[in-house]
């Protein structure tokens, strides 16, 4: 099974500024998916990051707001930009273990709080 | 304390009965459907899948039943023991592309001692 790692584990940022997470796999995928789960709620896609082509963003979710990077087959950053306190989430990334496997690892968040 | 279920409809069960939590799915084209389970502090964690072309699976403990008539799907535990305590998310999934996850609402499961 895939291990998924994600830096920072928390943070608390003021309004107006970005945070960039990370998330690092131990092994190579093709895709990367980015959630955000906001407090008491379940998990909302953002976007679908591949290797060498630019993320795909779900309705409600923007470039501008969230740009993402996947250099290589193991990492992807996201970052939360001019961010308000409505951001206050944890954000998740996540992989499948294989191209053929629905079972999909998530790594542990990151928590988010905007003051 | 964490807030991950705090909003989320609650499911109150005696350790060592049995637990059913039910969840309404949106795509009635979804090929896949997933169970989550998640503690505080921590990512989902895959507990059980089936496919739409199947109507029940059966895992350790776990049981998943589908009835795509009525859209829904359930999850049930078997002598359920205090570290089953957690949020439990239902997922759909098309069959096709990015097999992107689009998660229900959630259930929160308190297993009393």
């Known amino acids: 099974s895939a291990v998924i790692s994600q830096k920072p584990s928390r943070d608390i940022c003021q309004r107006g500024t970005s945070l960039t997470i990370q998330c690092q796999v131990d092994s190579q995928v093709t895709m990367m998916f980015w959630y955000r789960q906001q407090p008491g709620q379940s998990l909302t896609l953002i976007a679908t990051?591949?290797?060498?082509?630019?993320?795909?963003?779900e309705s409600g979710f923007v470039i501008d707001k969230f740009p993402i990077s996947r250099p290589n087959l193991t990492f992807s950053t996201l970052t939360v930009s001019n961010m308000s306190p409505e951001d206050s989430s944890i954000y998740l990334c996540s992989v499948y273990n294989s191209p053929s496997s629905y079972e999909q690892y998530f790594g542990p968040g990151t928590r988010l709080t905007v003051t | 304390g964490e807030s991950v279920g705090l909003h989320l409809p609650t499911l109150s069960v005696q350790e060592g009965d049995n637990s059913i939590i039910n969840c309404a799915y949106s795509?009635?084209?979804?090929?896949?459907f997933i169970w989550y389970k998640q503690e505080s502090g921590k990512g989902p964690q895959f507990i059980i899948d089936?496919?739409?072309?199947?109507d029940k699976r059966q895992g350790q403990r776990v049981t998943v039943l589908l009835n795509k008539t009525v859209k829904h799907l359930s999850l049930q535990i078997a002598a359920t023991q205090p570290g089953d305590s957690a949020v439990y998310f239902c997922?759909?999934?098309?069959?096709?592309?990015?097999?992107?996850?689009?998660f229900g609402s959630g259930t929160r499961l308190q297993v009393q001692p």
């Open positions: 795509n009635s084209a979804s090929d896949y």
């Open positions: 990051a591949n290797q060498g082509s630019e993320a795909t963003y």
């Open positions: 089936i496919r739409s072309n199947m």
């Open positions: 997922a759909e999934t098309l069959d096709t592309g990015r097999r992107a996850l689009t």
